[in-house]
């Protein structure tokens, strides 16, 4: 099983980008799906979240209302759109899969993570 983020990149404050996560070796469509990130410093933390194969979705305080994280079964895909991005939003990416009920925003709840995608909001 993979997991690979890819969009990434550097970014002014006030500019959008879209991160992507595909994954291999298993179908993720009825699973819960999940993105962290880690600034430079500071323990990783919950951003957004998926529920297993309905359309819940949760949000940290700080990306509610400038994320969106949707999932496309077809492409076996989780995305994370991200606008209004804040130099506070400078972190390596990480997206991370949910096999089990648990707390969908605690890491130990997760089972497979990517390796990660660096964002640089320049201010």
């Known amino acids: 099983v993979q997991l690979q983020a890819s969009g990434g990149g550097l970014v002014q404050a006030g500019g959008s980008l879209r991160l992507s996560c595909a994954a291999s070796?298993?179908?993720?469509?009825?699973?819960?799906m999940g993105w962290f990130r880690q600034a430079p410093g500071k323990e990783r933390e919950f951003v957004a979240g998926?529920?297993?194969?309905?359309?819940?979705?949760y949000y940290a305080d700080s990306a509610r209302g400038r994320f969106t994280i949707s999932r496309d079964n077809a492409k076996n895909t989780v995305s994370l759109q991200m606008n209004s991005l804040k130099p506070e939003d400078t972190a390596v990416y990480y997206c991370?899969?949910?096999?089990?009920?648990?707390?969908?925003?605690?890491?130990?709840?997760?089972?497979?993570w990517g390796q990660g995608t660096l964002v640089t909001v320049s201010s």
């Open positions: 998926l529920g297993f194969s309905g359309g819940d979705t």
């Open positions: 991370a899969v949910r096999l089990y009920s648990g707390y969908y925003s605690s890491e130990t709840s997760y089972d497979y």
């Open positions: 070796g298993r179908t993720f469509s009825s699973y819960g």
